[in-house]
């Protein structure tokens, strides 16, 4: 089955910097990388994902990568804000693919 | 205002008491899914429906168990034989079980086993 590993498993930054979060993935028929975003407390919500057709997918200060031949993408957030801070996830699943699998999270946190 | 309502918020139990944790959903969802979130560990997969009675175990089933006896329900049972329950539960539904697609959260669960 598929293994997603991410890195690093935590990350502080200060605002205004970029912060930059790493996944990699193993099965080569994966072609759907969501990310998702949890804040202390709340429910995880998706914030932007990518299919295997694009290298790269961009949305305001938030931008996904992926390199198929590596089997690696990674998030980008440009100018960070304090609002920022949370645990980010990545996931990788595949058309036929009844589950997201999950990486273990990256709590970030952004200091004023 | 749809979306994936959970509870109890927070639940306390004595060891050796199954206890069941609710999930109702009203995006008219067919897939419905039970996460297990570890500090470290991220989110892995208890069990998760495609359909009305039907129902799969996930990475980590057991001590689990699940029943589907109506598309917006997925409740979640978390028995004796479960070695290690304190934990935050969180349940999902997407639109369809296979593909792409956004994975919806209720709020959690967090379990606490004295």
Redesign the interface.
């Known amino acids: 089955g598929e293994n997603v590993e ?1 890195h690093p ?1 935590t990350l502080s930054v200060q605002e205004g910097d970029s912060a930059v979060i790493k996944c990699t993935y193993s099965d080569s028929a994966s ?2 990388f ?1 990310w ?1 975003k949890q804040e202390l407390g ?5 914030i932007i ?1 990518i ?1 295997s057709n694009v290298g790269e997918k961009k949305d305001q200060r938030i931008a996904v990568t992926l390199n198929k031949t590596a089997k690696h993408f990674s998030l980008h957030i440009t100018e960070t804000q304090p609002e920022d801070s949370a645990v980010y ?1 990545c996931a990788a ?1 595949s ?6 699998f ?4 990256t709590r970030l946190t952004v200091i004023p | 205002d749809g979306g994936i309502t959970q509870s109890p918020k927070y639940l306390f139990r004595k060891e050796g008491q199954n206890v069941t944790l609710s999930c109702e959903q009203n995006l008219n969802h067919d ?1 419905m ?1 039970w996460y297990r979130q570890d500090p ?6 208890i069990y ?1 429906s ?1 359909i009305v009675n039907d129902f ?1 175990k ?1 990475d980590i089933a057991e001590g689990y168990s699940v029943s589907r006896e109506k598309k917006e329900s997925f409740p979640l049972t978390v028995t004796s034989a479960q070695k290690n329950p304190t934990a935050f539960y ?1 349940c999902a539904s997407r639109y369809r ?4 697609g ?2 919806f ?4 669960s967090r379990l606490t086993v004295l």
């Open positions: 991410q498993s072609n759907y969501p998702y709340k429910r995880p919500q998706l994902d299919r996830f699943t058309t036929g693919a009844n589950n997201l999950f990486g273990t999270g | 897939a899914y470290g560990q991220g989110l892995r997969l998760y495609q799969q996930g969180l079980l296979a593909g792409v956004e994975l959260f209720g709020e959690g």
